[in-house]
């Protein structure tokens, strides 16, 4: 059974956007924060955003005021919506209960250039 499948990623250059999306189980999704991660080559694994069930949300510093996190809890959908995208955003970004559960799903490649 596929818990997380996250989509949405892709090529993009310095200064556009992407939308992210991402479908969890019920089981994972329902009254829990959900968050999102990425992980860039060589690089541990880092939180990018979170959001409650009652919609508070978290930002890392790096990407305050230029990405959105937000959810459908009628859906069990989670959202990133990522503008005035850097370099340094490249990274497979996951979908993740937070704190993360130890079984995550395939993640989907976001990868910024120059």
């Known amino acids: 059974q596929v818990e997380l499948v996250e989509s949405g990623g892709g090529l993009v250059q310095a200064g556009g956007s992407l939308s992210l999306s991402c479908t969890a189980s019920?089981?994972?999704?329902?009254?829990?924060?959900m968050g999102w991660y990425r992980q860039a080559p060589g690089k541990q694994r880092e939180l990018v955003a979170r959001?409650?069930?009652?919609?508070?949300?978290y930002y890392l510093d790096s990407v305050k005021g230029r990405f959105t996190i937000s959810r459908d809890n009628a859906k069990n959908t989670l959202s990133l919506q990522m503008s005035s995208l850097k370099p340094e955003d490249t990274a497979v970004y996951y979908c993740?209960?937070?704190?993360?559960?130890?079984?995550w799903g395939q993640g989907t490649q976001v990868t910024v250039s120059s």
């Open positions: 993740n209960r937070f704190p993360s559960r130890p079984s």
């Open positions: 019920s089981t994972i999704f329902r009254g829990n924060t």
């Open positions: 959001v409650t069930s009652g919609g508070s949300t």
